[in-house]
């Protein structure tokens, strides 16, 4: 269901060993990556963001246009690191493996490490992936991101996560890809499903992570994400998360109203109800970047935004401008007007320079304001 979303986070792991291509050159204007102790995050709309360096896949992402376009490489691709996109809204991970077809030049050379294993078609974890086949034994799997197509064989793997190792760690190794909406250097599912990082080191981080996104302007690496309970924020506002069997991935919330600048819009409230049988509700995306509302919602807001427009508004959260001209736009969207057209997303530039916090087990979500630039 989330998989037309597309991507928010940039996550630094220090994970297996890479083979960086020479033909990448570095980036003197973005920040280097300080592989040491802290799992650090760059927004994926970032100048400094090597998914920015891709073809726009959707007319949102034409919306904004960036800088410079080879400006996207970093220096991670000479280190022991691999960077990957975040998505709170899918569980499973996938890395380009060596000898992909169609993967981006980097990947991950699976020869070269003494853990990894592939899994077979008798593993229980087979039964999780979307469509399992069995090729001599070994649990491969396609399935559709956006407007890709992803095959890959399920593997394990030690990780290391900062200071943390995780032992078997399950995940797609890429075989082939095709089109544009799969992330070159591989996807970290942080959903609620049972293949999910999270789902995978519940005694390690106890189903509970946070992240604080910079602007999509910066080019430092200077937002984090926080697996497990030790140092999350105290200071922060709750709300229930609820969980809806429908879409049991996503991470939903009970959004009840809309206020723009004083003003509680007026919204119908089916337009924001929570309903197991549709699906319908609100979710919190890290990989959805402009706001989504279903029609009814989004005029109401839209038509208050056109009244206040003039006013003293946070503009990095809600606006973005052309860079070519003088357009100003709100930054959502309706929702698209088929099966998802039920689901509000509240995506991530609204999210930038706030903490989030997933806990799970307390079915809750906290919001904090915070400046990780
Ligand atoms: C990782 O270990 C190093 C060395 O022991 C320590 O300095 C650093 O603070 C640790 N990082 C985290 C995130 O725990
Ligand atoms: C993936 O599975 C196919 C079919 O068994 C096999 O040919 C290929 O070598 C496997 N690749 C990896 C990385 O395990
Ligand atoms: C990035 O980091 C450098 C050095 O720490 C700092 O001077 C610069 O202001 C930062 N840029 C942004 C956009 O935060
Ligand atoms: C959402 O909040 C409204 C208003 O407080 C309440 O009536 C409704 O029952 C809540 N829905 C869920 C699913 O918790
Ligand atoms: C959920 O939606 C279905 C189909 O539109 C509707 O029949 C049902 O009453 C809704 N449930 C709630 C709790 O609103």
Redesign the pocket.
């Known amino acids: 269901m989330a998989t037309s979303f597309s991507l928010l986070l940039l996550l630094l792991l220090s994970l297996f060993s890479l083979s960086p291509s020479p033909s990448q050159a570095l980036t003197p204007k973005c920040s280097t990556l300080d592989h040491?102790?802290?799992l650090q995050v760059l927004h994926v709309n970032s100048p400094c963001s090597p998914f920015k360096t891709r073809e726009p896949v959707s007319w949102r992402e034409d919306v904004v246009q960036m800088q410079s376009k080879d400006l996207g490489r970093l220096q991670y691709l000479a280190s022991l690191t691999l960077l990957m996109a975040v998505d709170t809204s899918n569980d499973a991970a996938w890395v380009p493996c060596s000898g992909c077809v169609g993967c981006a030049a980097t990947v991950f050379d699976f020869a070269t490490s003494d853990s990894f294993k592939s899994l077979g078609c008798q593993d229980a974890q087979c039964n999780q992936v979307p469509n399992p086949t069995c090729t001599s034994s070994t649990c491969s799997y396609t399935m559709t991101y956006g407007g890709s197509t992803v095959a890959a064989n399920l593997s394990q793997d030690t990780i290391m996560l900062?200071?943390d190792s995780v032992p078997a760690y399950t995940f797609g190794c890429i075989q082939k890809t095709s089109g544009t909406s799969v992330p070159p250097q591989g996807l970290l599912g942080l959903g609620r499903g049972p293949l999910s990082l999270l789902s995978q080191t519940q005694s390690l981080y106890q189903s509970t992570f946070s992240y604080c996104l910079p602007s999509f302007k910066s080019g430092n690496f200077s937002g984090s994400l926080i697996l497990g309970p030790v140092g999350q924020p105290k200071k922060i506002k709750y709300t229930q998360l609820l969980k809806n069997p429908r879409r049991s991935s996503l991470y939903y919330v009970n959004m009840t109203g809309i206020r723009v600048g004083r003003r509680v819009v007026n919204i119908p409230q089916t337009a924001l109800a929570f309903n197991t049988t549709t699906g319908a509700g609100t979710i919190i995306d890290s990989g959805t970047v402009y706001t989504r509302l279903v029609e009814p919602a989004y005029i109401a807001v839209r038509e208050e935004f056109r009244r206040l427009v003039d006013a003293n508004l946070p503009p990095d959260n809600y606006l973005i401008r052309s860079t070519a001209g003088s357009t100003t736009c709100l930054a959502m969207a309706a929702a698209p007007n088929n099966v998802n057209s039920v689901l509000n997303v509240i995506a991530n530039l609204q999210q930038q320079n706030h903490r989030i916090l997933f806990d799970v087990p307390n079915s809750r979500l906290g919001i904090a304001h915070e400046t990780c630039t």
Do not use: V
Request: proline share 0%; hydrophobic share 20%; charged share 0%.
């Open positions: 040491g102790s802290t900062a200071n």
